[in-house]
């Protein structure tokens, strides 16, 4: 009897292991949880093994070990995905989890074996051998981490997946306890014949509990698969049967009636009926029961792909949520399905659609549950999650909870057994009720998993068709503002275009009115200071000198109008060439030179160690930019130094200035590169400045397809403009040789 039993276990955890697996064949957690089913199957075959077979009862016995060596990684393994499908182990870690296994598995057969077999006249005797404490220490380490994982998923988990790994909890401990003691302790102290047992007893309380979740809390969602093959199983037995009645009756017909006994005319005609009626004879015996149990399938994405359609073919909201209601019932096989949405004005859900046999006093459930259903919602944090009946019950009696107490009397009271939210982003606009299965059956994962994408599309289709009743309403005030606003916006184009003009001439003026007398100017002041129209006396110089600093100033200023003109009107020409940086950067510094020098500041070029190499730029408008940001850092540095630097990247060749100047803070570093915009308090500094120089800096690197920037500590602490240039520009290179117009 007790064989049988075991027998029956075995086959029972093999189909177990079985379904797990292509219930999901991509999901790592089905994987891991059939693994661990299939260890312990090899367990308790051995040792069944073992017992029956009394001719190779040492080799079975010796063989019986490699449960108790693969069982605790693969324990450990599943601790470690659980509940997460999707995730993923890198196969490295995998290898080493079951490196000791593998390493232990080689032993099984040698002298430095884990039991020592031996046929006494009573019977079998096992004992402890050389690397059974190799084993212990495994199984203690593995299944006791394992432990640890779950309890500490179980504190982070909530609801239903909290339930789920209790349940798993318990049926390793109990299964481990079990094996533990049948096993590694009683072996020691008693006889070895204890672990006959161990398998069976281990076997059992682990199914018992699975086999609960399983039913109860959808663990792995098989419920559905279990009862599909049971099905299928009951119909094909039906069916054989049937046509083995027939081949019986057909062979008699043609010995009776036809004097004719041939097998094979017997089997030709039978493979007819079959090939002709089978496929007809399993679908109405399938329909047959599915209209007596309610227990029809239906292909998910068939039915996604159908709501899909028919939500996105109408923007008539009675007729989308009758649709909705009455399919949902249809498909799920529930009592009834009702369906309430937010009502903007009233600040209330009111019922907009049902189908089924619905209590008629649910017609105040929007005021009376739906406070509560927020509140669970709040209180949880799972504002998205499907409120199952059972499950808020089970969650209660672990935490009891007056909100929660009030939503179960409810749900109760009206025979809900899933409130389905109704999200459109983070806005809850409706709920669904559902009853119970006419089945009887729980909603599986797979049916929470279709109702949520339901509502996902029924609250976007929904929330559509509230809009375009709202739409048509004011439709005629927006034609009226609209036309209203374009009048307006016809006047500012027009007060832009002649502000734009304005602009434009003013350009026009410091192109050609100021540009042509300022350069007179400087060449002049520039004779008379070199002494071409005679020496210029000693209090003559200093003012001269001044004035041309001015000059020099007020050019300046044109050409930084004109760029931002030429920039902003895309009449900005570039004249991309092969640069070495170096030189570029070392013609400025020591233009630079003498003015920091004057200063008493610190001038450094730190040269790279390895040559660079050439990059595709403007020269002219690259050395104005390296200029501004050297120049910059000599005006704006009293004390210190200042460090220029070129560094080649993987990427990226990058020019740096760092400084030992003011400094900027947090909030100034965005505003930098804009027109017209200086830092805090510069201008106490350097006076003259216009705020120009970086915005058009910023302008002409980003034609160059690169990155300026700045970091800063703090005020006062110096800071750090950089330049990155790309090392390959392909789109650059096209255009060497050519001037390229900004587009």
């Not at 089905?30 to 040792?47: C, M, P």
């Not at 939210?421 to 998993?449: A, I, N």
């Not at 070129?646 to 804009?674: C, M, N, W």
């Amino acid at each position: 009897m007790l064989v049988a039993v075991r027998i029956l276990m075995i086959i029972l955890f093999f189909l177990l292991s079985v379904f797990i697996y292509f219930k999901d064949r991509k999901s790592n957690l089905n994987k891991s949880y059939s693994l661990v089913i299939f260890t312990g199957l090899l367990w308790a075959f051995t040792v069944l093994m073992a017992d029956v077979d009394l001719d190779r009862v040492i080799f079975w016995s010796q063989l019986s070990v490699l449960g108790p060596i693969w069982i605790p990684p693969s324990f450990l393994l599943f601790s470690l995905i659980y509940p997460d499908k999707k995730y993923f182990v890198q196969i490295k870690k995998i290898v080493l989890l079951f490196l000791p296994s593998l390493f232990l598995t080689f032993f099984i057969f040698t002298k430095y074996n884990i039991i020592d077999v031996s046929i006494q006249e009573w019977g079998t005797d096992y004992k402890p051998g050389i690397l059974y404490l190799f084993v212990l220490l495994l199984f203690v380490i593995y299944i006791g981490y394992s432990i640890y994982n779950l309890l500490v998923k179980a504190k982070r988990f909530k609801g239903l997946e909290r339930l789920q790994i209790l349940y798993v909890l318990m049926a390793i401990i109990l299964a481990a306890t079990c094996g533990f003691v049948f096993n590694f302790i009683l072996p020691i102290f008693f006889s070895g014949q204890s672990s006959v047992y161990g398998p069976t007893v281990s076997m059992f309380a682990f199914f018992l509990f699975t086999t609960y979740a399983v039913l109860k809390y959808r663990l792995m969602d098989i419920r559905v698969i279990i009862r599909r093959s049971a099905v299928f199983t009951v119909l094909v037995i039906f069916i054989t049967a049937l046509y083995a009645i027939l081949a019986y009756g057909l062979g008699r017909m043609f010995t009776e009636v036809f004097g004719v006994q041939s097998l094979i005319l017997n089997g030709v005609v039978m493979a007819i009926l079959v090939a002709i009626g089978f496929e007809p004879l399993k679908k109405m015996l399938s329909e047959a029961t599915d209209s007596f149990l309610f227990k029809a399938e239906y292909k998910p994405q068939e039915v996604l792909a159908e709501f899909a359609d028919r939500l996105s073919s109408t923007l008539d909201l009675e007729s989308l949520t009758s649709f909705v209601v009455t399919k949902s019932a249809d498909i799920m096989k529930s009592h009834f399905v009702s369906l309430f949405l937010l009502d903007e004005n009233k600040k209330a859900y009111v019922k907009a659609a049902e189908a089924g046999k619905v209590k008629e006093e649910q017609s105040v459930i929007d005021s009376k549950l739906f406070g509560k259903v927020s509140g669970y919602f709040v209180g949880l944090g799972r504002e998205r999650d499907i409120i199952v009946r059972e499950e808020i019950k089970k969650i209660n009696e672990q935490a009891a909870n007056p909100i929660l107490k009030v939503l179960i009397e409810q749900l109760d009271r009206y025979e809900v057994n899933l409130i389905v939210p109704m999200y459109l982003r983070d806005k809850l606009v409706g709920l669904m009720f559902l009853g119970d299965k006419k089945s009887g059956d729980v909603y599986s994962m797979e049916d929470l998993r279709v109702l949520e994408i339901v509502a996902g599309q029924s609250a976007v289709a929904m929330q559509n068709a509230q809009l375009f009743e709202e739409q048509k309403k004011f439709a005629v005030h927006l034609k009226h503002e609209v036309e209203k606003a374009t009048k307006d916006l016809q006047l500012a184009n027009v007060q832009l275009k002649k502000l734009d003009k304005a602009k434009s001439e003013f350009i026009s003026i410091a192109s050609h009115q100021l540009r042509t007398p300022l350069t007179v100017i400087k060449g002049y002041i520039s004779m008379i200071e070199q002494g071409d129209f005679g020496k210029v006396p000693q209090p003559i110089s200093n003012p001269l000198d001044k004035v041309y600093k001015s000059t020099m100033r007020i050019i300046g200023l044109v050409e930084d109008l004109l760029n931002i003109s030429r920039i902003e009107s895309g009449r900005m020409k570039y004249d991309f060439t092969s640069v070495n940086m170096l030189d570029l950067v070392t013609e400025v510094y020591d233009e630079l030179s003498q003015t920091a020098k004057n200063k008493g500041l610190d001038f450094i070029l730190e040269k790279p160690e390895k040559p660079l190499p050439s990059i595709i730029v403007d020269r002219d408008k690259i050395r104005e930019v390296v200029m501004n940001l050297m120049d910059n850092a000599v005006k704006y540095t009293e004390s210190g130094f200042i460090k220029i630097k070129l560094e080649k990247g993987d990427h990226y060749l990058t020019y740096s200035v760092t400084d030992s100047g003011r400094g900027l803070e947090a909030d100034e570093i965005p505003l930098l590169f804009q027109k017209f915009s200086r830092a805090k308090g510069v201008q106490l500094v350097h006076t003259e400045g216009t705020g120009l120089g970086l915005y058009i800096a910023k302008q002409i690197v980003a034609k160059h397809g690169g990155e300026i920037g700045v970091t800063s500590p703090g005020k006062d602490k110096g800071a750090t403009f950089f330049i990155k240039f790309k090392l390959e520009n392909h789109k650059l290179e096209k255009l060497v040789g050519t001037v390229a117009k900004e587009e």
